[in-house]
Structure formats: structure tokens, C-alpha cells
């Protein structure tokens, strides 16, 4: 079992719409989630980061975490041509590893 | 705030060769760690350092190695290069803590021919 595994893509959606990405985990310990965007070329950036259940938002972007599920999500609202890229989630155990799933690669179609 | 520089951003090495990879972290940072990307493995963890010590090791075999001086900069190394080897390199630099985020440089797309 991958100790990151996200949904796999790609994901195409229409601008202005709802882009859903999902993150699953092994490592019941883990401690911090996080979700980096990677435009084609680049090196990933930080857009958001969650370690309390519940939701957290940030702009256009809402990261979700259900701790007992071992789930995090990302959900991009009115979503954007800029916003297509490959999204990463990471997971933080107990160890300080940061350790990333494949990616989902999202294109937003205008 | 300068960000994390690698160096060099890209290399061509044939097969049987050594490399060197430098990274320069976010100062104030004491938190480096390396990863691999490559277009069908994603982003595969190589080792984490912190206050000059290897605090995690990835899967990876003995030919990657790395270390960490006293300012925090890092260094890997891959002996002996493999076709396979030839991949994008990142490092990242954190703050200490589980709650601290990774920062990436550029990366150095490596070639091995």
C-alpha cells in the first residue's frame, strides 16, 4: 500500500466550476497535510496546509481533513485557466518525513 | 527573502559517472531534504538532514548519498550514474517542526547518457 495515494486524473473542468481532488493515507500517525500546486516545468509550491479535522479556507481554495477516515481533500472553487496543474498532497508522520502522492493533473477548460 | 538555489540547474553525465548536487537552503532554515522526480515515479523521497545529521532515508540505494554543513547548505552525491538516474533533483528547505511546510528550489534536471 503507497503511503500517499490521490485520485487519479486527469481531472478536467469547466471554468468556473468546482475542482474536487482527493488524498488518502497509511500512516494513522501522520501530524500535517499539505497541498502543493506544480505548473508544467516548475518545482511545486505550497498553496495550502491542514492539521486539524475539519475544513480550512483560503481564497478560492478549501482544504478538508477526516483524521478517522485517514482523508484530505482540496476543493477549487471557481475554478480557473491558471489553476491547471498538477496538484500534490503531502502527509507528514510522526518521523518528519514528507511523503507525496502521484498527483492529480487538473486542467480547467475556458 | 532569497528562496532555496540549487546548483547547478542542469547536467549531462554519461553513465559510470559521479555527480554533485548543491542546495542552498532559506536561511534560517536547518531542515533540508532531497526528492526525485521523475514523469512515472512522481516524487520519491532520497533523505532528509537536519542540524548536519540524516534524520530520514528514502528507498533509495547507497550510490545517492548527501550530507549537511554547519550553515545548513546540503550536498547529494550519485555514484556510479545509471540510465535511470536521469530525473529532476529538488530539495527543500523547512523550518523545524511537523507543522512546517517544505520550501522547493528549481530543481536540477539531471541527464545521464
Known amino acids: 500500500q503507497k503511503e500517499v495515494e490521490q485520485n487519479s486524473g486527469p481531472l478536467s473542468v469547466p471554468e468556473g466550476a468546482i475542482a474536487s481532488l482527493n488524498c488518502t493515507y497509511s500512516?494513522?500517525?501522520?501530524?500535517?497535510f499539505f497541498w502543493y500546486r506544480q505548473y508544467s516545468g516548475k518545482s511545486p509550491e505550497l498553496i495550502m496546509f491542514i492539521y486539524s479535522n475539519g475544513d480550512k479556507e483560503d481564497g478560492r481554495f478549501t482544504a478538508q481533513l477526516n483524521k478517522a477516515s485517514q482523508y484530505v481533500s482540496l476543493l477549487i472553487r471557481d475554478s480557473q485557466p491558471s489553476d491547471s496543474a498538477t496538484y500534490l498532497c503531502a502527509v507528514r508522520a510522526n518521523d518528519y518525513k514528507l511523503s507525496f502522492g502521484a498527483g492529480t493533473t487538473v486542467t480547467v477548460r475556458a | 527573502k532569497a528562496g532555496v538555489t540549487q546548483t547547478p540547474r542542469y547536467l549531462i553525465k554519461t553513465r559510470g559517472q559521479q555527480v554533485t548536487l548543491s542546495c542552498s537552503p532559506i536561511s534560517g532554515h536547518r531542515s533540508v531534504s532531497w526528492y526525485q522526480q521523475t514523469p512515472g515515479q512522481g516524487l520519491q523521497f532520497l533523505f532528509e538532514y537536519f542540524s548536519e545529521t540524516q534524520r530520514n532515508k528514502g528507498n533509495f540505494p547507497g550510490r545517492f548519498s548527501g550530507r549537511q554543513f554547519s550553515n545548513s547548505r546540503s550536498e547529494m552525491n550519485v555514484s556510479t550514474l545509471e540510465l535511470g538516474d536521469s530525473a529532476l533533483y529538488l530539495c527543500a528547505s523547512s523550518r523545524t517542526g511537523a507543522d512546517s511546510p517544505l520550501h522547493f528550489g528549481n530543481g536540477t534536471r539531471l541527464t545521464v547518457t
Open positions: 500512516d494513522r500517525g501522520s501530524q500535517s
